[in-house]
């Protein structure tokens, strides 16, 4: 069936512009398109839905107010030509906040990630499903929990894992730690350093703070960053 996904737009170009490039993308299933969100509301209530693409400033209803209204909200995606709702966006935990005009790559990475979370979502509900990683340190097979790392730090030929009451020291590249990383959860700032999203206590254009401890953002690396770090914000 794949990932559903509705269009909610005043705009008929905007759907327009926003179908084609979904349409480019293998697993989307647009099953909808709106151009108020009453009517989108009354479709939520009887349907199940994946990713909402939502314009804000829409008659009788704007996307505000639909999302306010929503017991159990779809994942978010504002498209708008605003950035001045970004905040209500924020405090609604929106997955993405997209200014037009939008291009295919933004499109395409805002979809990435919210299928990522919603993977993640689904193996975090399902306790069979992977939340430990095992590292090895002086021969011994150590289990960690996801949601305990701070962040992984490369050393030479190994990888320094820093959780919340320990670190552990294990003969890896940090390159493979990343190909197994979930990456809703993780990224990558720098050629020495992955770390775990949640734990972000603050961030700047250069480094990133997690407790007391500041993490250099590596220059290749500082537009995803950013780019992702904003995306959360908003």
Excluded: C, W
């Amino acid at each position: 069936m794949g990932t559903r996904v509705i269009i909610v737009d005043d705009e008929p170009l905007a759907i327009s512009v926003i179908e084609g490039y979904l349409q480019r993308i293998p697993g989307i299933n647009i099953i909808a398109t709106f151009n108020d969100g009453l009517p989108a509301f009354e479709f939520l209530q009887e349907n199940e839905v994946d990713i909402m693409f939502l314009d804000v400033e829409m008659p009788k209803l704007t996307g505000i107010e639909l999302v306010r209204s929503l017991q159990n909200p779809p994942a978010v995606i504002i498209t708008s030509a605003n950035k001045d709702y970004a905040i209500e966006g924020f405090d609604l935990n929106v997955s993405d906040y997209i200014l037009k005009p939008i291009t295919f790559e933004r499109l395409l990475r805002a979809i990435s990630k919210v299928k990522e979370s919603l993977a993640y979502k689904k193996n975090a509900e399902n306790p069979t499903e992977k939340q430990y990683i095992i590292f090895k340190e002086n021969k011994k097979n150590i289990r960690v929990r996801l949601d305990d790392i701070l962040y992984f730090e490369s050393i030479k030929d190994y990888v320094k894992v820093v959780t919340k009451d320990k670190n552990i020291v294990t003969k890896l590249s940090i390159a493979s730690i990343e190909e197994k990383l979930d990456k809703s959860m993780f990224i990558r700032v720098h050629r020495s350093f992955i770390v775990s999203l949640k734990h972000i206590d603050s961030y700047s254009s250069v480094s990133i703070g997690i407790g007391e401890v500041e993490i250099p953002i590596g220059r290749v690396f500082k537009e995803e960053v950013i780019e992702t770090l904003e995306s959360k914000l908003y």
